[in-house]
């Protein structure tokens, strides 16, 4: 069926890291892509989205690209900072029908340390 | 200050004693969900509502029932908890349903 699966975590890193978090998805059409970021004790916050096939979502630092061909949406930032830690979900949603329809990964936890 | 706002924010209780969590926005939007996250499932979609009046299933209603009786409002009720109902619960809305949604800070649940 439809879904969202992303890399397992936790993930950790030293300020100034590289950072990819995987996020492919399986679904029919052509879904809107998103990555959602949960600070400690708070909801989620929208990070960054893309509608379309080759659309890049960027914001903070941390970009992504939709790759229909490979039906990813892989979450990048080139220096990470501690005030980075949380957790990240992707998410995608459908056309049509199922418009309404928001379906999240499981989430990759992030620490950054100093 | 436009916020999504859900109460309580922790609640304990027993098993089939009945509980509503309110969820009110003040930025006059269409669109309204419910979600609940466990560990190492993320979020799942409870409820969700395109306008008043329209509610639809999302991936696990069992166990919930909503209303949307007007714009700002969204309950959330459990008619008869159990404990695999204990989590944390989000509500969260949106200007039209393609837009990005904003949160709520959510709401603990433990059901013993």
């Known amino acids: 069926g439809d879904s969202v699966t992303q890399m397992e975590g936790p993930v950790t890193l030293s300020e100034e890291a590289f950072l990819t978090i995987n996020c492919t998805y399986t679904a029919t059409g052509y879904p809107s892509l998103f990555w959602y970021v949960q600070y400690p004790g708070e909801g989620l916050q929208l990070l960054l989205k893309?509608?379309?096939?080759?659309d890049k979502g960027s914001n903070k630092g941390f970009e992504a690209t939709y790759r229909k061909e490979t039906t990813s949406f892989h979450l990048e930032k080139g220096s990470v900072q501690v005030s980075d830690s949380a957790v990240y979900f992707c998410?995608?949603?459908?056309?049509?029908?199922?418009?309404?329809?928001?379906?999240f990964g499981r989430g990759t936890q992030l620490t950054v340390w100093p | 200050e436009a916020q999504v706002t859900q109460n309580p924010r922790y609640l304990i209780t027993v098993t089939g004693k009945k509980l509503t969590v309110t969820c009110s926005q003040n930025m006059n939007h269409e669109y309204m969900s419910w979600y609940r996250q466990d560990p190492g499932l993320g979020l799942r979609q409870i409820y969700y509502s395109m306008n008043v009046e329209v509610t639809d299933k999302g991936d696990v209603p069992e166990g919930y029932k909503v209303s949307r009786k007007e714009k700002r409002n969204f309950p959330l009720i459990l008619e008869s908890p159990s404990p695999n109902q204990t989590s944390l619960y989000f509500c969260?809305?949106?200007?039209?349903?393609?837009?990005?949604?904003?949160f709520g800070d959510g709401t603990r649940l433990s059901i013993l």
């Open positions: 893309a509608t379309k096939a080759d």
């Open positions: 969260a809305s949106s200007a039209k349903v393609e837009q990005p949604q904003h």
């Open positions: 998410a995608r949603r459908l056309r049509g029908s199922t418009l309404g329809r928001l379906y």
